[in-house]
Every structure is written in C-alpha cells, then in structure tokens.
Nanobody, 117 residues
Framework: QVQLQESGPGLVKPSQTLSLTCTVS??????????WSWIRQPPGKGLEWMGV???????YYSPSLKSRTSISRDTSKNQFSLQLSSVTPEDTAVYYC?????????WGKGTLVTVSS
C-alpha cells in the first residue's frame, strides 16, 4: 500500500523559507508513469496545486508560485521536498503531498504550516 507522510516545521516566520519533506513508502518515486505533487489548502479556501516532480526528476510549477517554489528529491530516501521562499501570512495552509497518476490517487494526511511572527 502506498503511503505518504509530510514532515516539517509547523510555524515559519514571514520572509523566511518554508521547507517540507514527503516520505513515500510502498512505491518508488522513480517509477515510470507516476509523478509526485505538492498541494495546499489555505483556511476556508480550496485546494491549490503548487508543483510536481516527475519520475525522471523534472519539475513543473504553478505559474503563480513558480518564482518562489522549488521541488527536489532524495531518491536514496524515497523522499521529495518543497521549498517556498519569502513566505507571508497568506501562505498559511495545510500542505499535502500526493502521487499523480490518473489523478491524485494517494495523499498524505497533510500538515498545517502557519506563517506568523
């Protein structure tokens, strides 16, 4: 069974960089066909797709977040990570990692990140 688990600080100060890691079990992040995404949901708002890293390591980002977002991976640990720079309180959200195949078929439980001084 595929499982994803987000980890990282729950509180980040404005202007700093938010860093999260997603640990994947039950599947390899280098397996063909699948890609690995980050999605967020601000309080009271809908889901926002942030970006994806494909099985070959190529990355694609939401145009609205591209200048501040970086997704990377550690294949030896079967993990992929998100960095979001220059955060503001508007970046407060529950952050999810998910597997992308035919749709997002497996999700982590999500982790709340609050941006506040």
């Amino acid at each position: 069974q595929v499982q994803l688990q987000e980890s990282g600080p729950g509180l980040v100060k404005p202007s700093q960089t938010l860093s999260l890691t997603c640990t994947v079990s039950g599947a390899s992040i280098t397996t063909s066909y699948y890609a690995w995404s980050w999605i967020r949901q601000p309080p009271g708002k809908g889901l926002e797709w942030m970006g994806v890293i494909a099985n070959d390591g190529s990355t694609y980002y939401s145009p609205s977040l591209k200048s501040r977002t970086s997704i990377s991976r550690d294949t030896s640990k079967n993990q992929f990570s998100l960095q979001l720079s220059s955060v503001t309180p508007e970046d407060t959200a529950v952050y999810y990692c998910a597997r992308a195949g035919e749709g997002m078929d497996y999700w982590g439980k999500g982790t709340l990140v609050t941006v506040s001084s």
